[in-house]
């Protein structure tokens, strides 16, 4: 997630320039076509490019508020997660009688979620972050879950046997919840905890559940294709015949204008077409890198950043301070 004040115009360009080479191509080639040589049936009528350009204009809008729309519930997902963390927290101080029993439930929490942030952050197939412009960018930022292994990282929380007995697990994180569940039972038969404690600790593991299965619904379920493809089509038919109808528009401005530009305003198509094609196809990338939250883009959710807070806050809760190192926002960048 991006921290700053706003991404640079140099950071903005640098991503999307693909997009505007694309462009400047596509609006040269009609007009050299045009002027050198000769073919003036090329050019369209304007009003059917501008009938498209607002379809576009309609269908990219409705893309990127849905797109939008997954961002913001996997934000809002993760804030879900940090309130119930910390609720946890405390019934995890008080309700046990002994202090390590609810230690030991702190730091089971701890492995599960870090077991679902290696999980959200796993790449699938449907993704955007292997596209040449994500992988440049990415030197501006760094994805904790890609740089350290996730045995290496559930080893601060759990025991050797445990990490041993996760290698073949399904889902890693719905194994864990199921020890919590199993160590809170066992603390209920051993007259650690009340049967109200009980059911308030089971109440917060089904909610941990509800709230790991949204997050992944939204992880293994990618934006619809059929929109997806619907998009891609029109925004580049649109960008495609855009300079094909304002080729006679700039032809017939030659009459009023005198000098050295009388005649070659022709060649005005180009930067014109190229800033407009440049916003549809830019905008419909900043769709396009919104759509799925935990893949490891610049502007998805902080998960490691959520969980290291919850973390501490935790750990602060039982009168100990958490050795967990406070992340530095890279550019203005953090996961």
């Known amino acids: 997630m991006h921290l700053g004040k706003s991404y640079t115009i140099f950071e903005f360009m640098f991503w999307s320039r693909r997009l505007?080479?694309?462009?400047?191509?596509?609006?040269?080639?009609?007009?050299?076509?045009?002027?050198?040589?000769?073919?003036?049936?090329?050019s369209i009528p304007v009003s059917v490019v501008v009938l498209l350009?607002?379809?576009?204009?309609?269908?990219?809008?409705?893309?990127?508020?849905?797109?939008?729309?997954?961002?913001?519930?996997?934000?809002?997902?993760?804030?879900?997660?940090?309130?119930?963390?910390?609720?946890?927290?405390?019934?995890?101080?008080?309700?046990?009688?002994?202090?390590?029993?609810?230690?030991?439930?702190?730091?089971?929490?701890?492995?599960?979620?870090?077991?679902?942030?290696?999980?959200?952050?796993?790449?699938?197939?449907?993704?955007?972050?292997?596209k040449a412009s994500n992988v440049e960018y990415r030197k501006y930022y760094r994805v904790p879950e890609w740089e350290t292994p996730l045995n290496e990282a559930l080893a601060r929380y759990l025991s050797q046997a445990e990490l041993d007995s996760l290698t073949q697990a399904v889902s890693k994180p719905s194994r864990l919840l199921g020890t919590q569940a199993e160590m809170i039972k066992r603390f209920l038969d051993t007259g650690e905890i009340s049967n109200a404690f009980y059911m308030e600790l089971v109440g917060t593991i089904r909610c941990f559940f509800a709230l790991?299965?949204?997050?992944?619904?939204?992880?293994?379920?990618?934006?619809?294709?059929?929109?997806?493809?619907?998009?891609?089509?029109?925004?580049?038919?649109?960008?495609?015949?855009?300079?094909?109808?304002?080729?006679?528009?700039?032809?017939?401005?030659?009459?009023?204008?005198?000098?050295?530009?009388?005649?070659?305003?022709?060649?005005?198509?180009?930067?014109?077409?190229?800033?407009?094609?440049?916003m549809y196809l830019a905008l419909e990338q900043v769709g396009e890198s919104t759509e799925n939250p935990f893949e490891g883009n610049p502007n998805d959710v902080p998960m490691a950043q959520i969980c290291r807070k919850i973390e501490r806050e935790l750990m602060d809760m039982f009168g100990e301070k958490s050795d967990v190192s406070e992340p530095t926002a890279e550019h203005g960048i953090i996961l």
């Open 20 to 42: 505007l080479y694309a462009a400047l191509v596509c609006g040269s080639v009609p007009v050299v076509l045009y002027q050198f040589l000769g073919l003036k049936w090329l």
């Open 212 to 278: 790991q299965g949204r997050a992944e619904r939204i992880k293994d379920h990618p934006y619809p294709r059929q929109y997806e493809v619907i998009n891609k089509l029109f925004v580049r038919t649109f960008c495609l015949l855009l300079p094909f109808g304002i080729l006679t528009e700039f032809e017939k401005l030659n009459a009023s204008v005198l000098g050295f530009m009388h005649g070659n305003l022709i060649w005005l198509v180009i930067p014109f077409s190229a800033m407009i094609s440049w």
């Open 53 to 130: 350009g607002t379809a576009t204009s309609f269908i990219v809008g409705f893309r990127n508020v849905q797109t939008y729309g997954r961002a913001l519930e996997a934000q809002q997902i993760w804030t879900e997660i940090l309130n119930s963390s910390r609720s946890l927290g405390v019934m995890s101080r008080d309700f046990p009688a002994e202090r390590a029993c609810g230690r030991e439930l702190i730091l089971r929490h701890c492995a599960w979620l870090t077991a679902l942030r290696y999980q959200l952050r796993t790449p699938t197939i449907w993704e955007n972050v292997g």
